[in-house]
């Protein structure tokens, strides 16, 4: 028999610590340092923020897709400066996030001097919620928005098979004088 809940010892971690730890099971696990950094704020990020579906409950999933081959955990992200407010990233059959910091400076300076800024990132591997993605460049000043498409995963009342997927989107604002406002939704 189980002892209640309130009799457990609990550990209660900073987030720093947490990242720390999230960051060496990554590594164990064959992703290069780069990619361990990324992936560790990301999750660390989702936990503190009290999404515990894209905290620490994903770090299986991630490491069943490293072990599979699926993703690969040592992808280096080529970016591509396509135009005045473009850029395309090529994830090498990595992970999202580490494309994403890989373009961060560069899609922050096309959007102040050009107004606006796209991010296309392809061959890809996103298990993440978004608005750690949006939100830092609210931080900057600037409003972002991500889609990310789906694969057909979710099966509709009275169907047998998957039809329609998550296709997730984000949005991030900044706001004078308080948090950015931030819209996460799947």
Not at 15 to 43: D, K, M, Y
Not at 94 to 100: E, N, T
Request: hydrophobic residues 50%; contains cysteine; charged residues 15%.
């Amino acid at each position: 028999m189980s002892a209640p809940r309130d009799s457990l010892d609990l550990h209660h971690v900073t987030f720093t610590e947490l990242a720390e730890v999230l960051r060496q099971i990554f590594l164990r696990h064959g992703t290069s340092p780069e990619v361990a950094q990324v992936l560790s704020q990301n999750c660390a990020s989702a936990q503190r923020d009290g999404s515990h579906s894209h905290g620490i409950f994903r770090i299986p999933g991630y490491l069943s897709s490293l072990a599979s081959g699926w993703v690969d955990g040592k992808a280096v992200p080529v970016v591509e400066d396509v135009g005045a407010a473009f850029i395309r990233v090529d994830a090498a059959n990595g992970f999202a996030q580490p494309a994403l910091a890989a373009a961060q400076p560069l899609l922050i300076e096309k959007a102040r001097s050009a107004g606006i800024a796209i991010l296309a990132i392809r061959s890809s591997h996103h298990f993440a919620a978004l608005w750690p993605d949006v939100e830092p460049f609210a931080a900057q000043g600037l409003v972002a928005l991500s889609v990310v498409n789906s694969m057909t995963c979710v099966v509709p009342h009275g169907a047998q098979k998957p039809l329609f997927g998550t296709n997730p989107i984000a949005f991030a604002a900044p706001r004078a004088g308080g948090d950015p406002l931030v819209f996460d939704l799947a």
